[in-house]
């Protein structure tokens, strides 16, 4: 087999992207698998680079939305069309959620987030109003994630950050609901990053397909290339 384009490289409508000579048996065997995995990874890499290119220089990142036992792959897509690939899993970072700070309130939270660290470790703080924000960033947050808000607000929480001193001790980032309609207003909203699962889970897959030539047909085309 050849692999006409390397990994994240732009390949035009209508291209052949692999050849494969061999078993015409074995090959049809394996048609289905190969191009259902390469139409799904290459529509993950595609709507990545259309992300990272309307961001407007802020990173954008995946979510943990992958599919069962392609995470590995899926993750990789989104690094090779541009993005980051986040956490692969829970141990990574210490992420507090709002249902945690239900349970505990936000300060008891980060005071046992930080007791239990690594200090290799981040904790990242999930907020849903500016108080928490400011509790998380005097409290010792390393990223603070803005869910479910508006551009607008994260923009006024930004300033409020910048205001306080705070700004440049932690990581901002924006996450849920975001889609290429608006991600655009997220990346001037003052963030550093901006997380979709919409990278992995609303991904459309590559219209791919498998041509059969014989062997003198193959041979012409490669001569006259």
């Known amino acids: 087999s050849e692999l006409l384009f390397d990994d ?9 992207v692999l050849e494969v000579l061999g078993s015409a048996r074995k090959i049809l065997q394996s048609e289905r698998l190969v191009l259902n995995f390469m139409a799904r990874m290459s529509g993950i890499s595609t709507l990545t680079r259309e992300c990272v290119l309307l961001a407007g220089g802020v ?3 995946a979510t943990r939305k992958t599919t069962p036992g392609f995470r590995l792959f899926e993750k990789r897509a ?10 692969f899993n829970l141990s990574d970072a210490i992420l ?4 945690h700070i239900m349970i505990l309130g936000l300060k008891e939270c980060l005071r046992r987030a930080k007791d239990k660290s690594s200090f290799t470790k981040k904790i990242e703080v999930e907020i849903e109003s500016l108080e928490d924000m400011l509790i998380a960033a005097k409290e010792g947050a390393d990223i603070i994630m803005f869910d ?6 994260i923009a006024e929480g930004v300033d409020v950050l910048k205001k306080e001193g705070l700004r440049e001790r932690v990581i901002l980032e924006a996450s849920g609901g ?3 309609d608006n991600i655009k ?7 550093d990053v901006i997380s979709l699962g919409a990278l992995t889970k609303d991904a459309r897959w590559i219209d791919l397909s498998l041509e059969i ?13």
């Open 78 to 87: 989104v690094y090779l069309g541009g993005g980051d690939t986040h956490r």
């Open 213 to 225: 030539e014989n062997d003198e047909e193959w041979r012409a085309k490669r001569e006259i290339a």
């Open 8 to 16: 994240g490289e732009f390949v035009p409508a209508m291209s052949t």
């Open 178 to 180: 975001i889609t290429l």
């Open 185 to 191: 207003d997220y990346g001037r909203s003052g963030v």
């Open 96 to 99: 507090i959620k709002d249902n």
């Open 59 to 61: 990173r954008v990142a």
């Open 148 to 153: 479910n808000m508006d551009p607008a607000k």
